[in-house]
């Protein structure tokens, strides 16, 4: 009896262990601190900087799975199975310090792309998700945050 509830608990901690390990030791600090996690989604991603004179844009596609909390949206590259994922710390952009466009005009996948930009657009992040569908829920989900920060900016 003892022995299966160890086994039970062996299999949940292997279960969690990738979400802890994001929870509590992502280099952002701890997860919590930025409210509820939101939605989480596979995503292509291509990052446009704007420092140089010559517009550098990566070509290729990296492939992240991405976490929207609150405060924090969060890029992470997958590993593993299906059943016990982990996941592994890329970048991190606070939805404070971003901006949303959410049509990319001239491309074969523009009902599936948008772009987030950190202020003055240094940075961009062209995110392409699998669906259309999966699209407009984190545009609108985002949409829905920043003007909840903007609202909250306001009332101050």
Request: aromatic content about 16%; charged content about 20%; glycine content about 6%.
């Given at each position: 009896?003892?022995?299966?509830?160890?086994?039970?608990?062996?299999?949940?901690?292997?279960?969690?262990?990738?979400?802890?390990?994001?929870?509590?030791?992502?280099?952002?600090?701890?997860?919590?601190?930025?409210?509820?996690?939101?939605?989480?989604?596979?995503?292509?991603?291509w990052v446009e900087n704007k420092k140089d004179r010559i517009k550098e844009l990566r070509f290729k596609a990296h492939q992240r799975y991405i976490f929207?909390?609150?405060?924090?949206?969060?890029?992470?590259?997958?590993?593993?199975?299906?059943?016990?994922?982990?996941?592994?710390?890329?970048?991190?952009?606070?939805?404070s310090q971003i901006g949303l466009t959410e049509n990319m005009h001239g491309s074969k996948a523009e009902g599936r792309k948008f772009e987030l930009w950190?202020?003055?657009?240094?940075?961009?992040?062209?995110?392409?998700?699998?669906?259309?569908?999966?699209?407009?829920?984190?545009?609108?989900?985002?949409?829905?945050?920043?003007?909840?920060?903007?609202?909250?900016?306001?009332?101050?």
């Open positions: 009896m003892l022995l299966m509830f160890f086994l039970t608990l062996h299999k949940m901690c292997l279960l969690i262990k990738p979400y802890l390990y994001l929870f509590f030791f992502h280099p952002q600090g701890c997860l919590t601190d930025y409210g509820q996690l939101l939605l989480q989604s596979p995503f292509n991603v929207l909390y609150e405060g924090l949206v969060l890029f992470t590259k997958k590993y593993g199975r299906e059943e016990s994922p982990s996941y592994a710390f890329k970048n991190a952009l606070k939805t950190l202020h003055g657009r240094k940075q961009i992040y062209i995110l392409q998700a699998p669906t259309p569908e999966i699209k407009l829920k984190w545009v609108s989900e985002i949409k829905r945050v920043l003007f909840q920060q903007f609202e909250h900016l306001k009332g101050k």
